[in-house]
């Protein structure tokens, strides 16, 4: 399952071999910071999970390292009890805006569980003016 939330925000459940979730950026998003904290969130089915290492983030088809994940947030505990990430399933990546031209980029998050599904969870466009 891809999810490529791009106009309008919305979820998929997973099912027992896929991942979902979501970036949280919102559509048409111009940076004028230099440093941005880019937030984002998955979710794996039972027995799996997805490990501190296994959520990745792209700029522009590019691999810019791992995101810092495992945190909790109240709608997403509300709206997915009984996941086995439930409470960890928000992470972040600090991103250096003035590393990159002015102009339209493409952010995406790669998420990898322990038993190795792989999937996108979200590709946004925004502007980055520094």
Known sequence: MRFWAVRRSTWTMPT????????????KEVWHTALRRVWGWALT???KEILPNGVTVWLDGVLLGQATYGFARPDIQLLFPGYKNTDTALGYFELDT???????HNIAWRV???ARSVDGIGSRFFRIEN
């Open 45 to 47: 089915p039972w027995p």
């Open 112 to 114: 990898e569980d322990d």
């Open 98 to 104: 003035t590393a990159y031209e002015n102009g339209v």
């Open 16 to 27: 027992e071999s896929n991942l979902s979730g979501r970036s949280t950026l919102r559509l």
